[in-house]
């Protein structure tokens, strides 16, 4: 296989992710149309669709020999191979965009032999991108600011403290689309248990509602630990390759896999510091239960 | 006169902003105020004394009534009070998770006349003043009048609602358990009993998600135990933004603004309103926080 220039798929997905960006800004979603997947609370809006068709478009002309996932157009049993995979979702954080709620980003990935490879996390209501190529580094650039030039900064924001011990954490979680059985019941009381007094007692937990931001949060620095099961590989393709980039890593989110795929929907992921083995440990030693996601 | 506090308010906010954007949460070391989750840091506290001070030389017949200097016992009076959080969503602040406000409210007779709460990592400022509207400027200078949607969906019932909750610093106990089983509860599909919400979303400060529900991107906040300076401006944001405030606990219509308990909805028609309201109290049945 030829050698890819992955900067230029970079700064490819970043022209196209601009572009339509302000079709999600201009949009005034609701379900109508397009309507809910397995159950009232899995939405997608004909925004989602149509974002998706746009870029797998512009993808697909300019690379037509790579593979492509992408949330609208997934069917069960299709798997992610080694072949170079652009790995979309057009609309992460879709329940927060039904709502007019901006925290919503493009999550564009590209994935070479199943590993995150480039990774490029927009949220076009505030212009905000996060990007990475492997072993290029990680950036967080502001597209609005008064000078004329976007502002661009490294990641993390901040030289990392020491990540230990747990209780000195932010953590990201969310809530998720499945409402009842094995899974809802991990993370509902696993959650208590980070929190509580005779528990974790960490600093907080924060549920803001998009997967691929929250990668890029604890990318950032902005919190600490993201643990999160039952979204997918195009949830967090791209905001992999930022955290990686930005000195994290992912784990499996149930306790003692310190391995786990891309697609493998379940992910613990811990920004870089001092200490990441520990907290990682610490973390697992506080799971109720054990998922059943992901096989 | 309304209109120049406001406008003087929304000057000191700014300037309160700068000294939360210049401060470096990783070297201010922070104290414990209850718990290790409960956090003040210096700039906490610098910021209230540049407010206090701003006020009273210009207002020196106010009242002030602030987070930091507040004692137990202090009451809010029948005077013009301003009411004041310098940092609402401390631990964010604290971790660089940029979510996080000052808050500066006018009160007579104990009730909200002017609100601003600004987000300086977001450039987000919300205002509001009593029979005038409420607004949301953000980082392009561009304002909008609230809701962000002028004609606001039907808000049916819970199970079409994305729910603000906060996990507080109180991790045991009675409140906590009421807490988080009313979360679980509001997550958990209908089959099994729950409400089967949108979703949940926690963001850390209650001042903003208040205004959070004002702008209409968050359908209800249910909250207790936060204090009247989390609340107070982002209140007369809510209302102007024709959003309600009921009881976190069952049955009370009319709530104080310093009684701890804050169950905020959206602006919708007022039968949508209260529907909304009963169904989170009736899910509560017979438990109550207590603060």
């Known amino acids: ?295 | 006169m309304l209109r120049k506090i406001k406008d003087d308010l929304v000057d000191i906010a700014r300037a309160a902003g700068e000294m939360m954007l210049d401060a470096d949460p990783s070297i201010d070391h922070s104290d414990t105020k209850k718990n290790s989750s409960d956090r003040v840091t210096a700039t906490d506290k610098a910021v209230e004394k540049m407010v206090q001070d701003r006020l009273t030389s210009t207002y020196p017949r106010f009242e002030f009534l602030g987070e930091e200097t507040f004692k137990l016992g202090d009451k809010l009076g029948n005077m013009p009070t301003f009411v004041c959080d310098p940092i609402d969503g401390t631990l964010n602040f604290i971790h660089g998770f940029p979510n996080t406000a000052v808050s500066l409210a006018l009160t007579i007779h104990k009730k909200p006349f002017i609100g601003v709460v600004y987000n300086p990592f977001r450039g987000d400022l919300f205002a509001a003043i009593k029979w005038q509207g409420a607004f949301l400027t953000t980082a392009t200078g561009e304002t909008r009048r609230l809701p962000i949607s002028p004609v606001p969906k039907p808000l049916t019932s819970l199970n079409d609602c994305l729910v603000a909750v906060e996990w507080g610093p109180q991790r045991e106990g009675p409140n906590w358990a009421l807490r988080t089983s009313m979360s679980q509860q509001l997550m958990t599909s209908k089959a099994a009993g729950g409400a089967m919400v949108h979703s949940i979303r926690s963001n850390g400060s209650a001042a903003l998600d208040f205004c959070y529900v004002a702008a209409g991107w968050i359908d209800v906040f249910w909250e207790g135990g936060c204090w009247i300076w989390d609340v107070c401006a982002g209140w007369i944001i809510l209302e102007e933004a024709g959003g309600m405030v009921a009881s976190a606990n069952p049955g009370d219509w009319e709530p104080t603004l310093e009684g701890r308990l804050y169950l905020a909805v959206r602006g919708a028609k007022p039968a949508e309103q209260k529907g909304v309201v009963k169904e989170l109290w009736d899910m509560m049945g017979e438990r109550k926080f207590a603060y």
């Not at chain 1, 109508?32 to 478009?57: F, M, P, W, Y």
Request: net charge negative; hydrophobic share 40%; with cysteine.
């Open chain 1, 1 to 295: 296989m030829a050698d890819i220039n992955l900067q230029e798929v970079h700064d490819f997905m970043i022209e196209i992710a601009r572009k339509v960006g302000e079709r999600i800004t201009s949009a005034t979603p609701s379900t109508g149309a397009a309507g809910s997947k397995k159950n009232s609370v899995d939405l997608v809006t004909e925004t989602d669709q149509a974002v998706e068709k746009i870029l797998s478009t512009s993808l697909h002309e300019k690379y037509p020999t790579f593979s492509f996932m992408g949330e609208e157009t997934y069917k069960p049993g299709d798997k992610l191979t080694d072949a170079p995979t652009f790995i979309l979702d057009p609309i992460d954080g879709t329940t927060n965009f039904v709502h007019r709620n901006p925290y919503v980003a493009i999550s564009l990935g590209l994935a070479i032999n199943k590993s995150p490879t480039v990774g490029i996390v927009y949220n076009p209501f505030t212009q905000t991108l996060y990007s990475a190529i492997k072993s290029h580094g990680a950036y967080l650039t502001h597209f609005l600011t008064p000078q004329p030039q976007p502002q661009k900064l490294k990641l993390p924001l901040h030289p990392p403290t020491p990540l230990t011990p747990l209780s000195t954490c932010l953590i990201a979680i969310e809530w998720g689309s499945d409402r009842s059985a094995n899974d809802f019941a991990v993370k509902s009381r696993t959650f208590t248990k980070l929190a509580a007094a005779d528990g974790g007692m960490v600093h907080g937990l924060r549920s803001l509602g998009s997967a691929a931001l929250n990668m890029c949060a604890v990318a950032a620095g902005e919190m600490d630990v993201y643990w999160e099961a039952g979204c997918w590989a195009w949830d967090v393709c791209a905001g992999w390759v930022v955290l990686g980039e930005a000195g994290g890593r992912v784990v499996d989110a149930n306790p003692g896999g310190w391995e786990v795929g891309v697609d493998g929907r379940r992910y613990l992921a811990v920004r870089g510091g001092e200490g990441q083995e520990g907290v990682i440990r610490e973390f697992w030693g506080l799971v109720e239960g054990r998922f059943e996601v992901g096989g």
